[in-house]
C-alpha cells in the first residue's frame, strides 16, 4: 500500500496546490513535493526485492488488484519495484522538489497552475516506473504528456506553440506505434497468458508461447513488436534520427521543465526500452545488436557533434543529452551485467548531471536574459558561486572520475567491451568513447567564451550574485552527483541484481 | 424475477421519465404568466435523477432475465435499462444546463418537457421487442426534436435548422415506415421473435424482406446521423441551442443505436437468411462515417460544427458494435457491449463538449476556434474540463474514451474484422489534430484582443456544474469502467 500512498500524496500535492493562491503556491509546492520524496526514501529503506520483476523475481510493495477483463485478459493495478525501478523512483522524487525551488525565479504568471501540473506530472512518472501492469503503465505513460504539453505551451519561449505542438504529436505518433507493437505480441500469445501482468507476459515469451496470429508466424510478430516499439521508444529518447522534437522543446521549455524533461521524462523511454524490447524480447535484439549498437553509436557522435555547432547554451546542453543517451542504448544492447546495470546507473546519473546543467544555464538566463555564447563573456566575475557549481557540473558531464558520470560510463564501457553477442564490440565501444572527446570540446570552448575572460555583457539589467535559493538546487545536485560518483554501489548492487536476470540466457547467435 | 414486485416495475424508469414531464406541465400552469426557469429545470433533474437511479438498481438487483410486458411488444432487459441510463443521465446534464442558456428565453418552460418527453420515447424505444412500438416511439422521439431544434425562433439559423431537420426527418421516418411494412409483409409478424422465425423461411419474398430491411437500415442512419443520412446533422447541431445539440447528438444518437442493435441481433439475426447480407454493409457505413466526420470535422473554424463532425464520426465508430458480427462467433458479444459502453462514455464526453458551447454562448465569445483562445486565462476550471472531453474524444489513455475505443476496436480484431479496427484507429489518430486544435486555443494561444476576455462577465452555476459533473464522470469512468463493461457485455451477450 505505500506505493498507493506516494502516487495518491502526489496526485492530492497537485490538486492542493492548483487550489493555492499563486502567492505561495510556489512554496506549498516545494513543501508537499517533500513528502513523496521522503515517502521513496522510505521505499528505498525497506527496500528487499531480489532479481528482476519481469523475470520472476522477488517484486518490493508489490500489489496486484483486478481492475477489469478485456478478451479473456485481465487488467489490475499491478505495481511494484525492483532493483532497476527503485533508483529512477528515487531520482524523480529527488529533482521534483529542486526543480519546484528553481522555478521561483522565472515562473512569474498563473503559478497555481504551473507548480499544480509539475506534481501531477511528477504522480504520473511514479506511475510509469512503479506500474507492473501494461495497461496501468500506458496510462501514465500516456498521463505525463499532457502536463507536459501545457507546460511548454504555457509557460514557454518566443516559439512555445511550435515546439508544444511537436513534442505532442512525435510523442504521441510515437505511442501508437509502440501500442500497436504490443498488442500484436498479445495477440500472438493468444491463450498462453492471462493477464496484460508484464512478467507473466515476459515468461510466456520466453517459455516458446508466441503463436501465429492472421497467418503470420510468431517469430515474425516478434520481430514486428520488437521494431514497432523501438521506433515508439526511440522518439522518447530520443534517438538520432527522432531526435529534432528535443533541441525545440528543451529551448523554449522554462528551466524546471527543461529539468524534469531531461532529467526524468527522457529516462522513461530508456526505461521502458529496457523493460519491453530487452527485457521482453532478447533473441530479437540479440539478432539485431549489430544495426542497434550502430545507432547508438552514431546517437554519442552525431549528438556531440550538433552540440559542437550550437550557439544557445541551452541547446548545447540538449543535443549533449542525445549523445549521452546513445551511451545508454550501447550499454543495453550488449547484454552483459555491467552493460545493461551501467545503462540503468548512467540513466540516473545523466538524470542528475543534466538537471544541474540546465538550472545552471537557467540561473545564468535570469540573470542576463540571455543565452547565447558570443553576447556574454566573463560571467565567473558576477555570479562566482553559479559559475563555480555549472563548471563542476560540466566536468560531471564530461565523465571526470569520482563523479556520477564517471561511474556511469565507465560500467557500459566495461560492459561493452567483454560484449558476447555483439560483434565487432571493441570497435563500437572505442568509437563510442571517442564521444567524450568531444564533449569536452564544447563544454570547454562554451565555458571558456561566457564564463571566464574580462566580463562583458551587453544588457540593461543589473547582474550581481543569483539568489539563494536559485543556488541551493544547484549545491544540493552536485553533492548528490559526488556522493554517487564515489559510492556508486548504493544504487549500482541493486541495479545489477536486477540486470543479471536479463543478461542470463542470451547467447551469441548462429 | 421472484419478487414481490409486479413486472410493471419494471418499466420504472420509463414512467418516472413521463410523469417527470407531466408535472413539468403542471408546475408550468401553477403561474403560467411568470418564467418558472429555476423550479423546471430542478423538477427535470430530479425526475431524470430519479429514472437514472432507477434503471441502474434494476439492474443491480435484477436478476438479468429480460421481463415482457403488453403481448410481448415491450422487452425490459440489461441492454433497455443501460441505454435508459444513458438517456437520463443526458438529459439531467442538458436540464441543469439549459436553465442558465435560457436565462433570458422568453418562455423556457417548454424547453423542459419537451427534452424530458423526448428522453420518454428514447427510453421506451429501448425496451421496444416490436417494429409497431419501434416505430412509435422513435416518432415520440422526433417530434419534440424538431421543435428543440427550432427553440430560439427569433434566430433564423435555430429555424432553418429546425426546418431542414424536420423535412428529413419526416422523409426518413416514411422510408422507415415502408420497411417495416415490407417486412411485415414478408414475415407476417411485428415481434422480432416472430420476424426472426419468418425471415429464415422465405418463400420468394426475400426480395420484398431485403428492400424492407435496407429501408430500416436507412431509417437507422437517420436517426444516429450517419452516412448516408448524415446531411441533417452538422445543419441541424450548428443552429441548435447547444443544449439541444448537446441532447441530440448523445442520447438521440444512442437512441437510433439501440434500435440497430435489437433489429440486427432479434429480428434480423446475422446469417438468419442468407439472401440478405447485412454486415457487409454496415462495415462500409461504419468505414465511410468514421472518415468522412473525421475528415470533415479537421476542416471546419467552427468549434460546434466541428463537433458536429466529429459526432458523425463517432456514429461510424459504434457502428462497428453491429458491422464486426459474425455467426456464431462468441465475440459478438464482446464487440457490440464495446459499442454500448463506448456511448456511454460518450454520453458524458461529448454531451460536456456541447455544454461548454453552451457556456460559450452564453458568454457571448464567438463560434470560431480563434474566438476561443485564451479562454482559460479567464475562465480555467471549464477550459481544463473542456480539454479533459476533447483529450477524451479523441482516446487519449488518461481518459475513459481510451478505454471504450480500445475495447471496440479489440473486439472488432478478435471477431476477425481487423480492417474495420484499422480504419478506425487511423480515424482515432486524425481525430486528435482537430481536438487538439481546441485545446491549443483554449490554453496557448492568445486573445485577438486584450478585451476579448471581457465577455466572460458571468459564472452561470448550472451551466459549471454540469460541465464539471460530465468531466468527472469522465475521467472516473476510467478505474470505474470495468462494471460499464462487464455489464455492457453481459447485455450484448443476452441478445445472441
New interface residues.
Given amino acids: 500500500m505505500i506505493l498507493e500512498a506516494l502516487i495518491g500524496v502526489t496526485f492530492v500535492a497537485a490538486l492542493l496546490v492548483l487550489l493555492a493562491p499563486d502567492a505561495w503556491a510556489g512554496r506549498l509546492a516545494f513543501v508537499l513535493s517533500l513528502l513523496p520524496f521522503a515517502g521513496s526514501l522510505y521505499l528505498w529503506s525497506g527496500f528487499d526485492a531480489a532479481g528482476n520483476a519481469l523475470k520472476g523475481g522477488d517484486i518490493a510493495y508489490a500489489t496486484q488488484v ?6 479473456g485478459r485481465t487488467v489490475s493495478w499491478f505495481v511494484g519495484l525492483d532493483g532497476i525501478s527503485l533508483p529512477l523512483v528515487v531520482l524523480t522524487t529527488f529533482l521534483v522538489p529542486l526543480a519546484i525551488v528553481s522555478a521561483w525565479t522565472p515562473i512569474d504568471a ?1 503559478q497555481s ?1 504551473f507548480y499544480g501540473l509539475m506534481l501531477f506530472m511528477e504522480a ?1 512518472l511514479l506511475g510509469v516506473f512503479t506500474a507492473l501492469d501494461f495497461f496501468l503503465w ?2 501514465f ?3 505525463v504528456l ?1 502536463p507536459m504539453y ?1 507546460l511548454i ?2 509557460w514557454g519561449g518566443p516559439r ?2 511550435y515546439a ?2 511537436k513534442f ?1 504529436v512525435y510523442t ?2 510515437a505511442s ?1 506505434l509502440m501500442f ?1 507493437g504490443f ?1 500484436s505480441l498479445t ?1 500472438a500469445l493468444g491463450d498462453s497468458v492471462s493477464s496484460f501482468a508484464l512478467p507473466e507476459i515476459t515468461g510466456a515469451i520466453a517459455n516458446g508461447g508466441l503463436g501465429e496470429f ?1 497467418g503470420i508466424a510468431g517469430g515474425q510478430i516478434a520481430l514486428f513488436a520488437f521494431l514497432a516499439m523501438f521506433l515508439g521508444f526511440a522518439v522518447k529518447v530520443p534517438i538520432v534520427p527522432f531526435h529534432t522534437w528535443l533541441p525545440d522543446a528543451h529551448v523554449e521549455a522554462p528551466t524546471p521543465v527543461s529539468v524534469l524533461l531531461a532529467g526524468v521524462l527522457l529516462k522513461m523511454g530508456t526505461y521502458a526500452l529496457l523493460r519491453f524490447n530487452f527485457t521482453m524480447l532478447p533473441e530479437q535484439a540479440s539478432a539485431l545488436a549489430v544495426p542497434i549498437a550502430a545507432i547508438a553509436v552514431i546517437s554519442v557522435i552525431y549528438g556531440a557533434m550538433l552540440a559542437l555547432a550550437q550557439k544557445d547554451l541551452k541547446r548545447i546542453v540538449a543535443y549533449s543529452s542525445v549523445s549521452s543517451m546513445g551511451y545508454v542504448i550501447l550499454g543495453l544492447i550488449v547484454f552483459t551485467e555491467y552493460g545493461v546495470g551501467g545503462a540503468t546507473f548512467q540513466m540516473v546519473a545523466h538524470g542528475l548531471i543534466s538537471g544541474l546543467m540546465f538550472m545552471a544555464v537557467g540561473v545564468i538566463y535570469n540573470a542576463t536574459h540571455t543565452r547565447m555564447v558570443g553576447d556574454m563573456s566573463g560571467m565567473a566575475d558576477r555570479m562566482p558561486i553559479a559559475v563555480g557549481i555549472l563548471v563542476a557540473g560540466a566536468f560531471g558531464y564530461m565523465g571526470l572520475p569520482l563523479m556520477a558520470g564517471f561511474a556511469g560510463e565507465f560500467f557500459i564501457f566495461v560492459g561493452s567491451f567483454a560484449a558476447p553477442t555483439l560483434p565487432y564490440a571493441p570497435v563500437f565501444t572505442a568509437l563510442a568513447m571517442f564521444g567524450i572527446v568531444i564533449v569536452a570540446g564544447y563544454l570547454l570552448s562554451a565555458m571558456q567564451s561566457t564564463l571566464f575572460g574580462p566580463f562583458e555583457i551587453e544588457t540593461d539589467y543589473d547582474i550581481g550574485p543569483a539568489p539563494f535559493h536559485d543556488v541551493a538546487p544547484l549545491a544540493v545536485l552536485l553533492v548528490a552527483i559526488i556522493v554517487l560518483g564515489v559510492a556508486p554501489d548504493i544504487f549500482f548492487e541493486m541495479i545489477r541484481d536486477a540486470a543479471v536476470p536479463v543478461v542470463e540466457g542470451v547467447t551469441v547467435d548462429g | 424475477m421472484d419478487s414481490a414486485l409486479p413486472n410493471l416495475a419494471a418499466l420504472l424508469p420509463v414512467l418516472l421519465l413521463a410523469f417527470t414531464g407531466l408535472a413539468l406541465l403542471l408546475v408550468d400552469t401553477i403561474s403560467p404568466d411568470a418564467r418558472s426557469n429555476t423550479s423546471m429545470a430542478v423538477v427535470g433533474a430530479v425526475g431524470s435523477l430519479a429514472a437514472l437511479a432507477a434503471s441502474v438498481w434494476l439492474v443491480v438487483a435484477g436478476s438479468g432475465e429480460p421481463i415482457t410486458l403488453l403481448a410481448e411488444a415491450i422487452k425490459v432487459d440489461t441492454m433497455a435499462l443501460f441505454f435508459t441510463a444513458i438517456f437520463a443521465s443526458v438529459t439531467a446534464l442538458v436540464v441543469v444546463a439549459a436553465h442558465d442558456y435560457f436565462h433570458d428565453h422568453p418562455s423556457p418552460a417548454a424547453f423542459y418537457s419537451l427534452v424530458v418527453f423526448a428522453a420518454t420515447g428514447m427510453a421506451l424505444l429501448a425496451a421496444a421487442n416490436s417494429l409497431a412500438v419501434v416505430f412509435v416511439a422513435l416518432e415520440m422521439v422526433s417530434l419534440p426534436s424538431y421543435v428543440l431544434v427550432a427553440y430560439l425562433k427569433e434566430n433564423r439559423g435555430s429555424v432553418e435548422a429546425g426546418m431542414k431537420y424536420f423535412l428529413v426527418g419526416a422523409l426518413s421516418s416514411a422510408i422507415f415506415l415502408f420497411g417495416i411494412s415490407l417486412v411485415y409483409a414478408a414475415t407476417g409478424s411485428l415481434l422480432f421473435a416472430d420476424v426472426a422465425e419468418g425471415i429464415g423461411s422465405l418463400d420468394g419474398l426475400a426480395g420484398v424482406a431485403g428492400i424492407g430491411i435496407v429501408m430500416i437500415v436507412g431509417g437507422v442512419a437517420f436517426k444516429t446521423a450517419s452516412v448516408p443520412f448524415h446531411f441533417w446533422a452538422p445543419e441541424a447541431y450548428e443552429g441548435a441551442p447547444a443544449p439541444v445539440s448537446a441532447f441530440l447528438s448523445s442520447a438521440s444518437k444512442a437512441a437510433g443505436f439501440v434500435v440497430a442493435f435489437r433489429l440486427f441481433t432479434e429480428a434480423f439475426p446475422v446469417g438468419a437468411s442468407p439472401a440478405i447480407d447485412w454486415v457487409l454493409a454496415f462495415g462500409i457505413l461504419a468505414a465511410v462515417t468514421m472518415t468522412l466526420g473525421n475528415f470533415a470535422a479537421a476542416v471546419q473554424e467552427e468549434v460546434k460544427r466541428m463537433l458536429a463532425y466529429s459526432s458523425i464520426g463517432h456514429a461510424g465508430y459504434v457502428l462497428i458494435g453491429v458491422a464486426a458480427l459474425s455467426q456464431g462467433s462468441s465475440g459478438n458479444g464482446a464487440v457490440m457491449g464495446a459499442a454500448m459502453a463506448h456511448l456511454l462514455v460518450y454520453g458524458f464526453m461529448n454531451t460536456g463538449a456541447f455544454l461548454f458551447v453552451a457556456m460559450a454562448e452564453r458568454w457571448g465569445v464567438g463560434r470560431t476556434f480563434e474566438d476561443y483562445a485564451g479562454l482559460a486565462k479567464r475562465a480555467p476550471v471549464a477550459s481544463t474540463a473542456m480539454a479533459v472531453f476533447m483529450f477524451s474524444l479523441a482516446g487519449l489513455p488518461p481518459f475513459a474514451g481510451f478505454f471504450s475505443k480500445y475495447f471496440l476496436f479489440m473486439g472488432a480484431i478478435d471477431n476477425g474484422f481487423l480492417w474495420l479496427a484499422a480504419v478506425g484507429a487511423v480515424n482515432s489518430v486524425i481525430s486528435l489534430y482537430y481536438y487538439s486544435r481546441v485545446v491549443k486555443a483554449l490554453f496557448i494561444d492568445d486573445p485577438a484582443s486584450s478585451s476579448a476576455l471581457d465577455a466572460i462577465d458571468v459564472r452561470p452555476t448550472g451551466l459549471y456544474a454540469a460541465v464539471v459533473f460530465a468531466a468527472v464522470a469522465t475521467v472516473l469512468l476510467l478505474p470505474g469502467f470495468g462494471p460499464v463493461i462487464e455489464t455492457a457485455e453481459a447485455a450484448a451477450s443476452a441478445l445472441f
Avoid at chain 1, 483486478?66 to 478478451?71: A, F, H, I
Wanted: no cysteine.
Fill in positions: 483486478e481492475w477489469l477483463e478485456v478478451g498563473r497552475q504520473n500506458f496510462v505513460w500516456e498521463a499532457v501545457f505551451g504555457v512555445r506553440k508544444a505542438i505532442f504521441n505518433a501508437l500497436i498488442m495477440f492472421f
